[in-house]
T-cell receptor, first 110, second 113 residues
């Protein structure tokens, strides 16, 4: 079993929809979590960084962490075609190393 | 412009050849990382360095070596390339000392024939 499981999709939604991206993890040592966005043939770009259970909001993006159920989510409100990308979740330990999910491919169509 | 640069952008390499992928950051970050990204497998850590002069093995280190002579540079060497090392390679860095956000370079696309 992978330490971080992520549904690869692909996920296709109409413009303006609310998108929910989810990951589960098994490593209880994870102390913080990140979401990255990766456009085709580009490097991953950090979107959200959360350190504890709860919600963190940044513009149209909300990251949610539930450590009791080992579940992390990213919500995108009012999705735009420019949000079309692969979204990667990751968990990190106190040693600074990240473990990534395999990524979810999202397409937002006009 | 602050960030991470990687070279080359892409490379086709014959099996058995030696290859060094270069990574340079100008953010004065203590920690640096090398990942490979393969379809269906996501990003996997190859090697890392928490500070200049130290290195460590990640999840998939076999066939790769790294060095960290200074803060800015973290080259990845394939001593004798094999086709299974065909992948996209990403270098990343983080501040260290509790600053955990990792920032990624643009990647090197390597094909070993």
């Amino acid at each position: 079993q992978k330490e971080v499981e992520q549904d690869p999709g692909p996920l296709s939604v109409p413009e303006g929809a609310i998108v929910s991206l989810n990951c589960t993890y098994s490593n209880s040592a994870f102390q913080y979590f990140m979401w990255y966005r990766q456009y085709s043939r580009k490097g991953p770009e950090l979107l959200m960084y959360t350190y504890s259970s709860g919600n963190k909001e940044d513009g149209r993006f909300t990251a949610q962490v539930d450590k009791s159920s080992k579940y992390i989510s990213l919500f995108i409100r009012d999705s735009q075609p420019s949000d079309s990308a692969t979204y990667l979740c990751a968990g990190g330990t106190s040693y600074g190393k990240l473990t990534f999910g395999q990524g979810t491919i999202l397409t937002v169509h006009p | 412009i602050a960030g991470i640069t990687q070279a080359p952008t892409s490379q086709i390499l014959a099996a058995g050849r030696r290859m060094t992928l270069r990574c340079t950051q100008d953010m004065r970050h203590n920690a640096m990382y090398w990942y490979r990204q393969d379809l269906g497998l996501g990003l996997r850590l190859i090697h890392y360095s928490n500070t200049a002069g130290t290195t460590g093995k990640g999840e998939v280190p076999d066939g790769y070596s790294v060095s960290r002579a200074n803060t800015d540079d973290f080259p990845l060497t394939l001593a004798s390339a094999v086709p299974s090392q065909t992948s996209v390679y990403f270098c990343a860095s983080s501040g260290g000392d509790g600053r955990n956000e990792q920032f990624f370079g643009p990647g090197t696309r390597l094909t070993v024939l």
